[in-house]
């Protein structure tokens, strides 16, 4: 369905500011694209700030940096723009090792292919 490779950002546990990573590069299929369409239209009804959802780690493909390791956990957060409440979403995890967040740049929603 679409690929990416989109700039990441690692924030350490207790740091005040995220550091730039290399790319993060993943692929969204079909099922993850309807579940992104469902998510902001349930945002869009229900008005409610943001919501996540969980994606097969199996299928995602991911690639991190090799300065990061595993993910603990992983899964989008979608959420509206304010200006024009088009949804928007980004990857969010956790490194296994330390807990780090790990989160991409926003990609709309509308764009995936």
Known sequence: MSSFSIEGW??????????????????????DHLHLEQAEEY???????ETTVDVDLGTLN???PDECGALGDCNLRVYLRPDDQRG??????????????IYSNAILIDQLM
């Open 43 to 49: 945002l869009q009804k229900s008005h409610q700030r």
């Open 88 to 101: 928007q979403f980004h990857l969010v995890g956790h490194l296994l090792s330390d807990g780090s967040l």
């Open 62 to 64: 991911l690639s991190l």
């Open 10 to 31: 690692r924030k350490a546990n207790g740091a005040d500011r995220s550091t730039p990573m290399e790319h993060i590069d993943f692929y969204l299929n079909g099922v």
